[in-house]
């Protein structure tokens, strides 16, 4: 989904924040939070798919004004809810108050049918979807070309695996990117890999 | 109060307690694995892993070249292990011609069993959504001022691969021990907004 959390090459955000050193949690129940997403995940509630694409169906507003932690338990609590393991109103009742939920979700997807494979070197494009459930494109590099620089091991395909719909693992490419070919005269001078699955990519014409 | 009158947000500690109340309801959690997971998380997810593992690549040439064969194999080798959604490990070595620099701009992912939990900052929305666009730039405002002539490679986390950035010996290091030269290593400089500086210079 084209949604609030597809940042990369947005314009406008500040400086970073840089704090060297700082502790990765500030709060006790920031560290609760944490481990109970993992502890959730160890025990097979929910799978790592499932919970980055609840996490990208909160409210725009709710994700941009939410911290790390917030995010992380409100992914969590809309799977409970969705996968039946508590109601809404229970949720509410036993928080106290009201509960912001992350939006449902559009269907799922299974692995392109024409996915060729590839090799270091190849030179690629990347398919020019625009796919309403979970996917880990980027929209930066929708219909961009890069080259192959790397290969990993195949992993749950993410447009299925978040949906609970049936698909074959399949490989990850690294693929380099110019800048320049991102966006054309507007962006400093590098090169951007991004980890696409091999069902985003065809061959470069 | 009236059902159409909407509720006010519970504090966000108690809708972690909600939360821990329905997981542990189903026995999926007790109170000591959160209580471990959270030692766990503090504990055991430090730089200073990594940190070993860069030092053993700056003083062992065939180790190194192991590592950036498969890096999963390589940490294994000093015990270190990944979550088993993270296949795929890579270590992006840096020269002096070529700086690395690893984000995650769809979410915030690591390889957090190696390089500690990330920072606030790489988390935060500003660095997602410039690092990518504006490398040099972000780069130079976190005080790294790299010569114009070093090619800059930005590596977006968004498959469960997952980079860790080697960084350049410094010089002035000559002689020094493998547990000497790991306290030199920090996180900053594992996901490639430091450089390391010679600690010659630190001290000059």
Redesign the interface.
Do not use: F, N, Q
């Given at each position: 989904m084209d949604g609030i959390h597809d940042l990369g090459g947005r314009q406008g955000f500040d400086r970073i924040r840089h704090t060297p050193n700082a502790s990765p949690f500030h709060a006790d129940w920031e560290k609760r939070a944490n481990a109970l997403y993992g502890l959730a995940v160890r025990a097979g509630i929910l799978n790592m798919d499932e919970y980055r694409h609840a996490i990208e169906r909160m409210s725009p507003r709710h994700y941009l004004s939410a911290s790390y932690y917030e995010r992380s338990l409100t992914g969590l609590a809309t799977l409970l809810v969705e996968k039946g393991l508590v109601t809404r109103d229970e949720l509410e009742r036993l928080a106290g108050g009201a509960f912001p939920l992350a939006a449902p979700s559009a269907p799922g997807r299974t692995n392109a049918v024409d996915a060729p494979r590839f090799r270091v070197g190849d030179r690629v494009v990347v398919r020019n979807e625009h796919f309403a459930g979970h996917i880990r494109m980027p929209a930066y590099i929708r219909a961009k070309r890069g080259v192959v620089v790397g290969e990993s091991p195949p992993y749950p395909f993410p447009d299925a695996h978040a949906h609970g719909v049936a698909a074959d693992d399949e490989p990850t490419y690294d693929v380099r990117f110019a800048t320049s070919e991102l966006w054309p005269n507007a962006a400093d001078d590098a090169f951007v890999h991004v980890g696409v699955f091999r069902s985003y990519l065809l061959p470069a014409p | 109060m009236s059902a159409s009158e909407?509720?006010?947000?519970?504090?966000?500690?108690?809708?972690?307690?909600?939360?821990?109340?329905?997981?542990a309801g189903?026995g999926?959690?007790r109170d000591e694995?959160?209580v471990e997971?959270?030692r766990v998380?503090?504990e055991q997810w430090v730089p200073e892993n990594g940190a070993r593992i860069v030092a053993r690549a700056w003083t062992d040439p065939a180790f190194r070249a192991r590592l950036l064969a498969n890096g999963k194999a390589g940490a294994a080798e000093l015990g270190f292990e990944l979550p088993r959604?993270h296949?795929?490990l890579?270590f992006l070595e840096d020269t002096t011609e070529v700086h690395n620099v690893i984000c995650c701009?769809?979410?915030?992912c690591t390889a957090f069993t190696i390089i500690?939990?990330?920072?606030?900052?790489y988390?935060?929305?500003?660095?997602?959504?410039?690092v990518?666009?504006?490398?040099?730039?972000?780069l130079k405002?976190?005080?790294l001022d790299l010569p114009p002539e070093v090619?800059?490679?930005?590596?977006?986390?968004?498959?469960?691969?997952r980079y860790v950035v080697l960084p350049l010996r410094p010089a002035g290091t000559e002689g020094w021990s493998e547990e000497r030269l790991a306290s030199l290593v920090?996180k900053?400089s594992m996901i490639g907004?430091a450089r390391i500086a010679s600690p010659a210079a630190a001290s000059a």
């Open positions: - | 909407p509720k006010s947000v519970a504090p966000i500690e108690r809708r972690v307690d909600a939360v821990h109340a329905v997981l189903h999926a959690i694995l959160v997971a959270t998380a503090e959604h296949r795929h890579v701009t769809l979410c915030s500690g939990l990330p920072p606030d900052w988390k935060d929305l500003d660095y997602r959504a410039r990518v666009r504006e490398s040099r730039t972000v405002e976190m005080g090619e800059i490679r930005v590596w977006d986390t968004t498959a469960d691969t920090t900053d907004v």
